[in-house]
């Protein structure tokens, strides 16, 4: 069994949760954006495969449908992965790497030179589904599987998720935290014993959800879209921002205006738009753009639809100005992200399937 470098915060009290106990700091918790973008969408993981590997190997991974995310946990070794677009992340043990939109990519062995391995074969050990090309020791070990985003909201805080996080479990209370999961998940799945695979499965919850609120904490104050959206789904009374945000999230493809949010929010156009600049630095009908947008990137990787019936579908009256907007806020036209979707299925789609 290997042999983790983790270490158990010494000095933690037990916390008594009975109704007369005041806790000041909780209440200031539930508030954060982060814990409030949470409630936005559940994460439900699937441990796929336990992988190990030595010399050199390489797995192909297809894009996952609407609503599921990838990850790969390193807990042994190192390896390199390689998105659609030519991005190349280098992972070592410790590493955790998270696809929120599901893209297709390819995992292989850090280095080409050497010996290759043999080919890559699947075993079972009870419920746990083993790919390995060796029966020696191996050199890179890793937990792969995917994340089910469930909620009314998931599309649009997916699309506001960069297309990989990358999270590498360094010192820290929360990273103690995080480390003993991992461990946890791995030692189960290691052992392989009656229930491994639930038991992994509940604590994979714990650690992304934990990588989630990480991610947000550190991004949504730079986001004004994140932040919105936190404020949006807060627990507090209905307030102008929330009726208008409502509204658009309701019907994006409204021809909202100032004027019409304003009505639906009972306020006055320079009180919405000085609201909103307050909350997420964004005006109203910037977070309409964003929304728009947002949701017509998950549709050009999820759907069949044509570039004009997706434009239609999130409110522009013709492609072109579709197309202009989605070039200025992505750097890339529509029509060549929806190539390089289907481009990059049709590749995987015709190699060996290795992983």
Known sequence: MRTWNWRCSRGAKPVRTGSNIRR?????????????????????PEIQDVCRFAL???????????????????????CLLERYSGETFKL??????????????????ASRGGSSGAPIRTEYNNAIRIKTNTRGASE??????????????????????????????????????????????????????????????????ALFVMMLRLHFEQSA???????????????????AMSRAITAMLRAPAHPWTLDALAAEAHVSRATLVRIFRREGDLPPLGFLSELRLG????????TTGTLAQVAAAVGYDSESAFSRAFRKRYGISPGRLRARHEGRSRRVGGQEHRG
Request: aromatic share 4%; hydrophobic share 45%.
């Open 24 to 44: 000041p700091g909780l209440r200031r918790l539930l508030s954060t954006p982060s814990v409030r973008l949470l409630h936005l969408f559940r994460v439900r």
């Open 56 to 78: 050199q190997w390489e797995v192909v991974h297809e894009a996952e449908p609407a609503g599921f995310a990838q990850f790969h946990i390193v807990t042994n070794g190192n």
């Open 92 to 109: 070592e043990a410790g590493s955790i790497l998270l696809l929120p939109q599901g893209d297709s990519h390819v995992v292989r062995s």
């Open 140 to 205: 890179t070990e890793m937990i792969c599987g995917r994340l089910r985003l469930d909620g009314a909201m998931c599309s649009l805080v997916t699309a506001a998720l960069p297309k990989a996080i990358v999270l590498s479990i360094g010192r820290g209370e929360l990273f103690d935290r995080m480390r003993m999961l991992v461990q946890a998940i791995d030692e189960e799945l290691q052992a392989a014993r009656p229930g491994a695979a639930t038991i992994a499965t509940e604590l994979a919850t």
């Open 221 to 239: 104050s730079s986001s004004g879209l994140l932040r919105l959206l936190a404020s949006w789904s807060s627990v507090r009374a209905v307030t």
């Open 295 to 302: 949701l017509a990137r998950q549709r050009l990787s999820s």
